[in-house]
């Protein structure tokens, strides 16, 4: 049996931004997800490979949208200006009758080269016993894919990843790792309340490369309070985001050279 023959899946797409930021106001658009590649905006290429991969029932897309977004799309939700504060809204919008779906796949609409293979890929194999999984991607695969791309990786003892810009969550248990997830994220550039919170130990095991997977998959879990899992993926469009100029260069001669062959 399948993961999809036993697990359903909704999508939370985050296609919301500052409206300040400037790489898409130089692009001249609202946020960054409607900024063209190839001439589309790069959700409209998301939302595509999610309705293409047969894994996903309903869509919500937080964030502005143009006409193609809005005709791919089950239900519009307005950017509340945070991550969480979206990702929250977004499930709660896919509610149907006080229940979303057994499982929520949340992902960003920056993601452009990601197809519906992959999607389908990650979501069969993504184990269904944990509340939060969470896509890695090791450096070579990245590397390998987009030749000269810079993302920041994690040094651990199991290899470097770069974290996925998605991953799949029991909308039943959100209400219970979110408040302690916003106290990690709002710690994440106050170096000592961080380490306060993952333990002075975890800290120095990842800063000299000595965390494994496991060990770091145990911690989360129990800061959380939900069991989480990271979940390597060979897809490196998993975890290359479009954030400058650059990135969409690279995001444009892949699409073309992949529609081309």
Known sequence: MTAFETVRY?????????????????????VKPLIPVGGEPMALYVLRALRGSGRVAR????????????????VRVTDHGSLLGNLEAGVEALE???????????VTADIPMLSAAEVQDVLDSAPTDAAL?????????????????????????DGSFTGGNLFILDPALIGQFLPRLREVLAARKAPLKLAGLIGPGILLRLLT??????????????LLGVTARALITPHAAVGTDVDQDEDLALAEAYLKAHQAG
């Open 10 to 30: 909704d999508a939370v797409v985050l296609g919301g931004g500052d409206p300040g930021d400037a790489f898409a106001a130089a692009h001249g658009v609202a």
């Open 59 to 74: 869509i919500a897309y937080v964030g502005p949208v143009t006409p193609e977004i809005g005709a791919l799309i089950d």
């Open 96 to 106: 149907v009758d006080g229940q979303a779906a057994p499982r929520v796949l949340v």
């Open 133 to 157: 999984v969470y896509p890695v991607v090791r450096r070579e695969i990245c590397e390998a894919a987009y030749p000269g791309v810079r993302r920041t990786y994690a040094r651990l003892w």
């Open 209 to 222: 490369g000595r965390l494994t997977v496991e060990a770091l998959e145990s911690k989360v879990s129990g």
